[in-house]
């Protein structure tokens, strides 16, 4: 055995200062947040809102990996885009794979549907999905790091009808949540074809105003011009006023797209605005690209503050880029986070569990483990049982079942565990009964019916 080497506590201590201190935070990393137990509410309720929804309209759930390799999102959502350019968390493996945190879903829901051979299902294939997304923005009011998104995506179809019923599902889930004067601001962007035509009228446009634009846009118009249409600056608003609006160059099939869809809007008593600003931030789209607001996305000017509650289009092209056959989609994703800063800017109330109506208290070792067996009965017939286990007095479990405001306290002390009873109080009068343990559940249920 090699003998220890006694070190003085002065060469110790130098030792311990010579090595640096990794700064320790207590606190998530930027942009990222703990959503805590009070505010679940609000996200059980947007969460159990948009899956009835999606499984009303004949949607299944996938689930899909938060990391993918890299280039399905450079390939899908276009390397000039601001996700690509400067918002990836993408890092290399052990392996040395390029992955990246998804900062969208519908990229991995095409991958999904390509890999596990969907196209030989029954069309259209309608799939939703909720999770995380991770896109390094600045983080601001309504914008994380770290998000969460519920989205939807029926693919197999061309049909405008379709793009109309997704938007009145997205609409649907905001409204059903408590969020009115909701407004979709509709627009198409075409197909290829007549975008080819539009982007280069645009470009001749905005050459000519090029020394009224931001830097950023300068650089965007030999990059992703329709970007420029997208900027916040106020000199790049003015100047795309003038600009020539997509919807006046559609190739005759994408007009009559678009048409049909907003006949369809119309039908269905959908408010929406044409607003031809709207290109989103990913580039697969084609034809319809749409956006929800809500009132209060406007400030006091009436000005959109354009922090979107949601948005999608059609993407009749994705799938074929990545490797899949010919197969058109359309679909939508909502920002849950601002969802709920919504509901709470509205004070719409949000779902609680009920609170539960009986109390378990038990009273040394022996009872404690028989009302470990007896809670686990009365939680198997659905009813819900409070208890404070870790508690050894009567009195301070009394007080607590007090606080609760229960109805009825079940009481277990060394005496009834060994008899096989139960004490039932009923705490409005204070009366108790002896019960045997073995008809308790039903006890309990006749009196909570009462
Ligand atoms: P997106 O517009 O990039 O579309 O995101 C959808 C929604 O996610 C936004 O409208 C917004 O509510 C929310 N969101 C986006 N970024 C953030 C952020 N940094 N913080 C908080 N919320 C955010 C898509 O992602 C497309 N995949 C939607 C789609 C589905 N298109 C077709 N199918």
């Known amino acids: 055995m090699p003998r220890k080497q006694k070190i003085s506590k002065k060469a110790a201590k130098k030792l311990k200062t010579a090595q640096p201190q990794e700064e320790f935070l207590l606190q998530p990393p930027r942009g990222m947040r703990d959503i805590l137990p009070q505010e679940q509410p609000y996200w059980q309720q947007v969460r159990r809102v948009s899956e009835k929804v999606a499984t009303d309209f004949g949607y299944q759930r996938v689930d899909l990996p938060l990391v993918e390799f890299t280039n399905l999102f450079t390939r899908s959502i276009g390397s000039g885009t601001d996700i690509i350019e ?110 080819k035509n539009y982007r280069n009228l645009l470009v001749h446009y905005l050459e000519s105003k090029k020394q009224k634009l931001c830097i950023d846009c300068k650089r965007k118009l030999d990059t992703n011009p329709l970007r420029i249409l997208d900027c916040k600056e106020d000199k790049c608003i003015q100047v795309r006023t003038n600009a020539p609006q997509s919807i006046d160059h559609l190739c005759d099939e994408c007009r009559i797209h678009f048409k049909e869809l907003l006949e369809y809007l119309e039908e269905l008593g959908i408010p ?9 931030g990913l580039d697969y789209y084609t034809k319809t690209v749409f956006e929800f607001f809500s009132a209060l996305s406007s400030d006091d000017s009436g000005k959109s503050k354009r922090n979107a509650l949601g948005g999608g ?21 909502l920002g849950l986070d601002r969802l709920v800063i919504e509901m709470k800017k509205l004070g719409v109330r949000a779902h609680k569990e009920p609170n539960p109506r009986i109390f378990l208290a038990q009273l040394g070792n022996f009872a404690k ?44 002390g060394q005496k009834e565990a060994l008899d096989g009873t139960v004490i039932m109080k009923d705490m409005a009068s204070g009366n108790q009964e002896i019960i045997d343990a073995g008809k308790i559940v039903d006890e309990v249920k006749k009196r909570l019916k009462k």
């Open 272 to 280: 929406f605005e044409l607003d031809s600003a709207l290109v989103r």
């Open 313 to 333: 289009g059609r993407y009749d092209q994705l799938i074929k880029m990545l490797g899949g056959e010919d197969t058109p989609a359309v679909g939508f994703g």
């Open 86 to 195: 400067k918002e990836m968390y993408s890092f290399s493996t052990k392996g040395g794979e390029r992955v990246s945190l998804r900062p969208e879903f519908t990229a991995g829901v095409a991958r999904a549907y390509i890999q596990h051979g969907m196209h030989i299902l029954p069309r259209p294939v309608k799939l939703y999905y909720t999770g995380s997304c991770y896109r390094y923005d600045r983080p601001q009011e309504g914008r994380w790091r770290e998000f969460y998104q519920f989205g939807c995506e029926v693919i197999g179809e061309q049909n405008p009808v379709l793009d109309a019923q997704i938007i009145q599902m997205g609409w649907r889930i905001i409204h059903q949540l408590g969020i009115r004067n909701v407004k979709v601001h509709v627009s198409s962007i075409g197909c290829p074809a007549c975008r």
């Open 369 to 412: 483990r028989k009302s470990l067996r007896l809670f686990e009965s009365l939680e198997r017939a659905g009813i819900m049982v409070a208890e404070s286990f870790g508690r050894g007095s009567l009195k301070s479990q009394m007080k607590i079942a007090g606080r609760l405001g229960v109805e009825v306290t079940l009481i277990l």
